[in-house]
């Protein structure tokens, strides 16, 4: 709740009614100063997003142990005592990139490790092999030239579609000026950038999946969609919870006596993760354990194909973009 001062004057700042206490009784806002310290601004966001302690942390909690209930008393008409299904989903994509730009993936540095092992080794072996390879890191194609002649001179057969001959000079172009861990780093890095819009293009269809398979007289694609937006910020919970908790736990160093907190966490939220929708559909559409098992197992898959699909097509779309 805000703690800043009420202002002297009555008179609201928004629609100029008169305010005898702390809320204007016409529009509802506060009459508080509006000129801040940025500690107010950062207090009132939070403030805004999670909407009072008590109802933030009676969210999560439902949000995470109690499968479709947010959304069931938020379409009943509960809607003060928890935090809208919007509002939440944004604060946790918000904290969730926060914390992934704050903490970025050692994944290239890793592979940087193992390349100067793999070196090493082969130096002991042959140091003319280490240094071929140590110096040409960038991965190996057939130069244009010889592509452009099969192209203009080869047999039928052995040319080229317009697609192809495309696609691989893109790829020429892109390994020339990339190095393979350049390229895996620009790709995990566009791919985190870019994750908060392949999920915003995942949710609608998957209402849309769910409107389908149930009662159209009975349900509303609305209903669905409310259904979806806490489902999809369940998955973004355990997400963060699971990188908070590796990345806390990889302080102490990988053979650190406490790593097994880590291993256990990650088994027991990816088990949750999947288990979860199950119950979820089951006690929100209130069909029998059977139907609504049928019923999820079918709608994993068709959105496992159609995320699939999706990152299929974010691949190419990233390779097409890299410089």
């Not at 990339?178 to 890095?189: R, S, W």
């Not at 288990?275 to 609504?292: D, I, K, L, N």
């Amino acid at each position: 709740m805000s703690h800043s001062p009420i202002r002297k004057d009555k008179t609201c700042l928004n629609c100029r009614h008169v305010v005898e206490q702390k809320y204007c009784p016409n529009c509802g806002q506060e009459n508080t100063d509006s000129r801040k310290t940025f500690h107010h601004l950062f207090i009132h966001f939070f403030e805004d997003l999670t909407h009072y302690e008590n109802a933030f942390w009676k969210t999560i909690r439902n949000l995470l142990f109690k499968p479709s209930t947010l959304t069931k008393e938020y379409l009943s008409g509960k809607r003060l005592s928890y935090l809208a299904p919007v509002r939440l989903y944004i604060f946790i994509s918000f904290i969730t990139f926060l914390m992934i730009a704050l903490f970025p993936s050692h994944v290239t540095d890793n592979l940087n490790k193992s390349e100067k092992e793999i070196s090493t080794k082969l130096m002991r072996k042959d140091k003319s092999v280490n240094n071929k390879i140590h110096v040409n890191k960038h991965i190996e194609l057939t130069p244009m030239k010889e592509i452009d002649s099969v192209q203009k001179y080869g047999k039928e057969d052995e040319k080229l579609s317009e697609f192809e001959y495309w696609a691989y000079e893109k790829a020429v172009h892109v390994t020339e000026k990339n190095t393979t861990i350049e390229i895996i780093e620009k790709f995990i890095e566009s791919f985190v950038h870019n994750i908060p819009k392949i999920l915003f293009i995942i949710m609608p269809f998957f209402a849309f999946l769910l409107w389908l398979f149930h009662d159209k007289r009975k349900w509303y694609y609305f209903d669905h969609g409310i259904f979806t937006l806490h489902y999809f910020s369940f998955l973004l919970l355990i997400f963060l919870i699971l990188f908070i908790i590796n990345k806390v736990i990889g302080i102490f160093g990988a053979n650190s006596p406490i790593a097994f907190i880590s291993d256990i966490a990650n088994i027991v939220g990816v088990l949750w993760m999947f288990y979860y929708f199950y119950p979820a559909h089951h006690r929100f559409y209130g069909e029998s354990r059977f139907v609504s098992f049928v019923k999820s197992v079918f709608l994993f898959f068709i959105n496992s194909f159609f995320i699939l699909f999706l990152l299929t097509l974010y691949v190419v779309y990233i390779f097409i973009n890299l410089h």
